[in-house]
């Protein structure tokens, strides 16, 4: 580590991949003092909700194991950040000083209002408590209660595959493309395995109401269910725009090239909800972790009073878990555009395996020794971090 005397105070808040890696990560200098805020006291492996949801995994590690010697945990949400007197201030009334913030308080599941009954009856895997009400009420269900899943992304697929592993019922209704974030060789296999598995797979259908045993579509048609589970469309909080910061459409932070805000340059962003130039990344762990790594970088140099450098993610692919014994990992060149490469089956589920276990060995790596992550030119995979998720 590099020795200093002046202490400065960063506060991060979120405690995801993004955030944890950053606060890690911060302790490259001994003279910053990080403080963690986030609103649960444990981590939870997003990635592995679907897991936890079927009943297979516990998605949630003590911070404990996690978090660097000197980093302070503060167990509460953060409502909004006072740039003026650089503070955050806290749901319990309590407020911090900060002279930098790293805002990586990630994404959330979005149910829409605008579809009656969804708020009420669907379920959502999105975040760990909704998943925990999602996992007792299965446990509930006869094994061959029939289950509609809604949203035909990544999300959807693993939480659809998850259940059919388990001889479940399930259909899955898309709104559009199967898994448009693969290319045509990764949505076949994703399919092939679906319609092996007994998935109803329903591309065109579009949810038009949620009811408490059905969901009815907008061609009018109805299908039973004992359970919705809702997995369309993300959304992110709303902090920064309650704290008068610009944000883009979706509610994310918009920054600069180097993840600082545009609106003040002792925030930068890091994770699903930072907005580099209006032109924000896949929501994804695979680009968490990268911008948690490049959102320390920059307050270390806004520290030592140089210029951050451009933040860039170098993508590897998409890999979907489908069930415990299979998957399919999309290979992609490094903005993210799919290739015609693709590998399914028992390999593709390894390797989804280790990419779920290495997200978590990255922030692990940087409490031990902060610094060590060395993030390479694009095309090349970063030590210790996953390489597609």
């Known amino acids: 580590m590099v020795e200093h005397s002046t202490l400065h ?104 209002a605008s579809v009656p009954g969804a708020a009420d009856f669907a379920h959502s895997v999105a975040e760990f408590e909704a998943a925990e009400r999602l996992r007792a009420r299965l446990a509930e269900l006869p094994a061959d209660a029939p289950i509609t899943v809604v949203g035909g992304g990544l999300t959807g697929i693993e939480t659809a595959a998850e259940l059919a592993d388990q001889g479940r019922a399930v259909t899955l209704v898309c709104g559009g493309t199967l898994a448009p974030a693969l290319g045509d060789a990764g949505r076949r296999s994703v399919a092939t395995w679906l319609s092996e598995h007994g998935v109803t797979v329903l591309e065109t259908g579009v949810v038009a109401e949620v009811r408490q045993d059905a969901v009815v579509l907008t061609d009018g048609s109805v299908r039973q269910g004992a359970l919705t589970i809702w997995t369309a469309g993300f959304g992110v909080p709303g902090l920064a725009a309650a704290s008068g910061l610009r944000v883009d459409a979706l509610g994310r932070l918009l920054t600069d090239e180097a993840l600082v805000s545009v609106d003040d340059d002792r925030v930068v962003a890091a994770g699903d909800a930072a907005s580099p130039s209006g032109r924000p990344l896949r929501m994804s762990c695979q680009a968490a972790g990268w911008l948690g790594v490049q959102a320390a970088d920059a307050v270390l140099s806004l520290i030592a009073g140089t210029a951050p450098a451009a933040a860039q993610v170098s993508f590897a692919g998409s890999c979907v878990s489908l069930g415990r014994h299979a998957g399919t990992m999309q290979y992609a060149d490094p903005d993210d555009v799919p290739l015609d490469s693709v590998l399914d089956g028992p390999e593709a589920a390894e390797i989804k395996e280790k990419l779920c276990r290495d997200a978590v060995k990255g922030i692990t790596m940087e409490a031990r020794d902060p610094g060590v992550i060395v993030l390479k030119k694009a095309g090349q995979e970063a030590a210790g971090m996953s390489a597609a998720s």
């Open 9 to 112: 105070q960063v506060v991060v808040i979120g405690g995801g991949y993004a955030g944890t890696m950053a606060a890690n990560r911060l302790r490259v200098r001994t003279d910053v003092g990080v403080t963690l805020v986030n609103s649960r006291p444990k981590f939870v492996e997003r990635i592995r909700l679907h897991q936890y949801v079927a009943g297979n995994y516990d998605a949630a590690v003590d911070y404990g194991t996690l978090l660097g010697d000197g980093v302070r945990l503060v167990v509460d949400d953060a409502t909004r950040v006072d740039t003026a007197s650089r503070t955050v201030e806290l749901r319990s009334g309590r407020t911090l000083d900060y002279d930098y913030v790293v805002y990586a308080v990630g994404s959330t599941g979005a149910i829409p």
